[in-house]
Every structure is written in C-alpha cells, then in structure tokens.
C-alpha cells in the first residue's frame, strides 16, 4: 500500500521554468498558492490549537475563570505529584518497550519482504497492512475476549488441559498493554522500514560477500546502516503516538496498566482543570520526544560501532 | 539489535512470517466467529450457529442513528480531506516553494503526534469560541486525522505523473485549468478514488477525535464505546464490529485493486512512449 511510503518521498520539477516574468507568475507564488488552502486549515485546526495549549499550561483556572498570568505552578503539578510521575513514567516505559519490540519483530517482516517478495511485494504489503486498518477500537476489544479471565486463551488452554484453573496474570495489566499495541502498530513499523530497505543497493552487498563478509557481517555492516532511516522513522512513528495512547491502557491495562492519557482526559472531563491537563499533555509531548532523540542518537552510535 | 533476524535462514523465516501473520490476523478473526456463536459469552469451545445477534441489529434505533452519523463524517471527512489533500500534493510534486519542507512537515505532524493530544487541543479551541460540539467539529477534527493519509496516497499518485503531457498542453493553447480537467485529472483520478477510500475507512474506524467532540451524537466507534460497559450487549457489538470491519476490508481491497490497476496503465504506457 502506498500509504505511508509516499511520505518520504519528494519531488522535484525537472525543468524551473526558463522566463521569470513576475512573482505573482512565479513557481514559487504558483506552489504556495496552491498549498495555502491546505495550509491554512492545518494551521487554524492543528497548529494554532496546539499553540493554546501551550499558552494554556502557564494559566490557571479559578472555577470557571481563567487567570492569564504567567505560573509554573502547573508544570510543578504535573512533575512534582506522586500519581503524575508514576503514570508518566509507565506511559514512557510503556511506549519504549513497544517501539523497540515493534520495530524488532517487524525488521525480518520487512526484509522479507523486500529481499524474498518478488514480484508480489504490493500484495504482501497489503496483507500485512489490512489488520492495522481495521477498527482500532474493535481490535483492542479483541485482545480483551482473547486474554479475558473467561476469555480464548483460559478456556481453550482449559479445554486442552494446559492448565487447571484460568490464568488471571494475561488481562489488566502493562503486558496485555504491551501486547496490544505492538499488535496494533506493527504495519507502521514495517512500512518505513521496507521502503528504506527498497532502497538498498542489492551490489552494494554482494559486494561485501565478495570481499569475504559473512551474511551477519554483511548485514551489520551494509544492510542495517543503510536502512536505518526507515527504523529511525518506525521508531518514531510508533513511540510517540503510543505514549498517549487512551483506548488500550483502558480496554486492557486495568489498574497496573493505566497510562497518562487517562490522567489528561480527566482534567477536561468531570475533574475540569484545563491548565493541568494542558502541562501534562506538554510535559509528555517533551518527555516523549526527548527520549525518541535519545533513542535516534544511540541507534546511530549502534551501528556506527557494529562498522 | 535485530541483526540476528535478518539472516536469511531460508528454512526458518517463512515459519517466522506465517506466525507474523497469524498474530496480525487471529484477532481479527475471531471477532466473525464469536459473532456467529449461540452464547452471550466469549468461550471455546463454541455453542452452535446463530445469526441472531446480526438479526438483533436492525432493530436497534441508537445503533441506526450511529451508523447514519458515521456515514455523514465518513462521506465529508473523506471528500474535504481529498479536496485538500489534491492542493497540496499538486502543490508538493508540480511546485519547488520557500517553507515547503515546513508546510509538508505541518500537514504530516498527526502521524508523528499522539492522537490525544491534538484532540483535547481542538477540544479547548473549539469551546474557547463557544461552537457546540457536533458531527461538524467531528469533521473539522477528523480531517486533520486524515490528511497524512490522503496525502500520502496522492502524492504517490501525482508523482508517478509525466509533466510533459501538459506541457504539451499548455503548449497548444490550453488554459490551466481546462489542462487539469482533461490532461492532469483522468491520469490521475485512481489515486483520487484511492484517496477518498482510504479517508473514509479511517473516519469510519476513528474513536478519539470523535469520542471527544461529537457531543450527543455518537459515531458507531464512540456508540460501541459506550455498549463495552454491558457484559450483555458484547455479542451485539461482535456483529456490529464483524460488519464494520469487512466494510473496512472490502474498500482497502478496492482502493488497492484501483491504485494497482492505474500503476500498470501507467508503467506500460511508459514502456510504450519510451
């Protein structure tokens, strides 16, 4: 599926046009014409929104009002309170653990696909793609049937007598968290990952064969750092949403499994404390990316070492 | 770190991409099945067939209003994110622009954000200038949601395009716009077709934006949200949810059978004029 690939993907025009007569005429006002539509809805409904909430998590409320002057007191909140700390913490252990087995899982998948897929590598694209399109909500809930106390797992493993009496350890719980979400988001990971691969020189390694190179060799050495934008990209297309991932840590976490978003839905819901929820939501947002730079820069000094 | 994985063992890694596949679509699965079984529980081993809980379906009111709502979000969502999403990959494949790197980055940012955040963000604006919450702010929300996707779909479609084809045109004294019309569109207009399909396959299945700004009308996800409370109503929602995502398979496949058909036209076409 072309979804997600087309992403990186930029072109550029052969030919810049010979005779500049005005701006107005010009490539450049045609281009930004032509874009401003679409660029003026995601300012107005995505940046400027994301803007307030910024500006909102240095206000305070008082009831109803809102206080404009300028605090920390939320950032102190959302930093210095036991029950915030303890949910940010797990949202990003959480989130860490499902990018790297994500991407981990999801790295032999895409190379298959790219090195073994012939000529059917649209149709294994779109095979491994259909799950993940499917509703997000109805999948989680599968999960849930699945490791239920009287769900798929227990009563099947039951019936076959694996076990005696149902395993309460599978639902609620930062595993079954785990497990959902890797499931939901490996086509995110593949997709990146196989285009970068796509774009391998296939000499490049038979020459590392040549020169003598093992097949490890030859992959730590030309294959995995020439396909590292595409586990970068997988890396952040997949740990940064799931941070603040609401649905799962609901259907399935329980109470060991609840992550942040359930604390930022609070504070606009009944608990009504905007300014909070807006700190946290900007407290995970640089937290989350923080730690994905991190991740960025030790995957690069990994491969840079394994040369 | 996964370096051990891609070896080719070519005896174990088709084993490795069955189990894959599996996991991907064992889930998915038994939705369908637990919908057919005659029990309100999800257990094995299996009960017998019914078709009772499809039955009951259609003589739920709440349930035909949801699919209604999610119809007319999925419909405009899909329509207005195209619309939008043409001005912009035309503008990204045709045009080279001061900020273009910017611009792309913005319109793309959903995919790298966590969906929460952006939907109480549009929460707090949306109430900030006093708008009731309705389908409306669902739409409004849900294209941003779906813009990364439409534009993927059709940047990849403007860009296997060969611009001299309307040079040529633009050459014989057509204007810019009858080019677009005759010339740009019917080359084009798979990945059109592709691009509403997949916008609306994601309106349909997306929960938070619609959770958080739809107000007193629930979208079938945010409908099914509020059943999941009920240990009783779970075979309803087995059915519901089992129609939904054959809907959603059915639409992808016919997405991916029209952008494949046009990726041929295309490819032989070039082989012809080279």
């Known amino acids: 599926m072309a979804v997600l690939s087309g992403t990186a993907v930029e072109h550029r025009p052969a030919h ?65 309170e036991p029950i915030y700390q303890d949910l940010l ?149 997949v740990m940064i949403p799931t941070v603040g991932d609401y649905v799962t840590p609901k259907l399935v976490g329980g109470k060991d499994g609840v992550m942040i978003a359930t604390a930022i839905q609070a504070q606009f819901g009944k608990g009504a404390n905007w300014p909070l929820g807006a700190a946290l939501s900007v407290t995970t947002m640089v937290i989350v990316s923080a730690m994905a730079g991190l991740v960025v820069l030790g995957l690069k000094l990994l491969v840079r070492m394994a040369k | 770190m996964s370096g051990r994985h891609g070896i080719p063992k070519s005896r174990w890694l088709p084993a490795y991409v069955t189990v894959y596949l599996a996991f991907l679509y064992l889930p998915i699965l038994l939705l369908p099945i637990f919908s057919f079984n005659n029990a309100a529980t999800t257990t ?74 952006f939907a109480v963000s549009l929460l707090m604006i949306i109430l900030q200038l006093g708008v009731e919450l309705s389908l409306v702010t669902v739409i409004l929300g849900q294209v941003i949601f779906c813009l990364p996707y439409a534009m993927s779909v059709l940047i990849s479609g403007f860009g296997g395009f060969d611009r001299s084809l309307e040079e040529a045109s633009l050459d014989l004294g057509e204007t810019a716009i009858g080019t677009f019309r005759r010339v740009t569109l019917p080359v084009v207009a798979p990945a059109l077709v592709s ?36 240990a009783a109503k779970l075979p309803g929602v087995l059915a519901l949810g089992s129609v939904m995502i054959l809907i959603s398979i059915l639409l992808l496949t016919l997405s991916e059978i029209i952008r494949r058909r046009a990726e041929h036209r295309l490819r032989a076409e070039g082989a012809l004029n080279a």
């Open chain 2, 195 to 230: 691009s509403l399909l997949v916008s609306f396959t994601v309106s349909l299945d997306e929960f938070i934006l619609a959770f958080f700004l739809s107000g007193t009308e629930p979208t079938l996800p945010v409908y099914i949200w509020g059943q999941l409370r009920f």
């Open chain 1, 16 to 80: 810049p046009p010979k005779n500049r007569l005005r701006w107005t005429a010009s490539e450049e006002a045609s281009g930004l014409a032509l874009i401003s539509p679409t660029l003026l809805y995601a300012v107005a409904l995505l940046f400027l929104p994301i803007l307030i909430v910024v500006a909102y998590s240095f206000w305070t409320q008082d009831y109803l009002t809102i206080d404009r002057t300028f605090t920390l007191q939320n950032y102190k909140t959302a930093l210095g």
């Open chain 1, 89 to 237: 913490m797990r949202s990003l252990v959480i989130s860490l653990v499902v990018s790297v087995v994500t991407v981990t899982v999801s790295y032999p998948i895409a190379w298959f696909i790219s090195f073994h897929g012939g000529v059917h590598k649209n149709l294994w694209l779109f095979l491994i793609t259909v799950p993940c399109w499917t509703s997000y909500l109805l999948r989680v809930m599968s999960w849930k049937v699945i490791l239920g106390y009287g769900g798929v797992m227990n009563t099947g493993l039951l019936s076959i007598g694996v076990i005696d009496k149902p395993l309460t350890s599978l639902l609620y719980n930062s595993n079954a968290v785990v497990i959902t979400l890797v499931h939901s988001w490996a086509a995110f990971a593949i997709l990146p990952i196989f285009v970068s691969l796509e774009k391998v020189d296939r000499s490049l390694i038979e020459a590392a064969h040549d020169l003598g190179d093992n097949k490890l060799m030859s992959f730590l050495r030309v294959t995995l750092p020439l396909s590292l934008p595409g586990v970068i990209s997988a890396f952040l297309i």
């Open chain 2, 44 to 117: 094995f081993p299996l009960a017998g067939f019914t078709t009772k809980w499809y039955a009951s379906l259609w003589h739920n009111t709440a349930l035909l209003e949801a699919a209604r709502n999610s119809m007319i979000v999925g419909v405009s969502v899909a329509i207005l994110s195209t619309v939008l999403g043409i001005c912009a990959a035309r503008a990204i494949t045709r045009y080279r622009f001061r900020g273009q790197r910017a611009a792309t980055g913005l319109i793309m940012a959903p995919l790298f954000l966590p969906e929460i955040i």
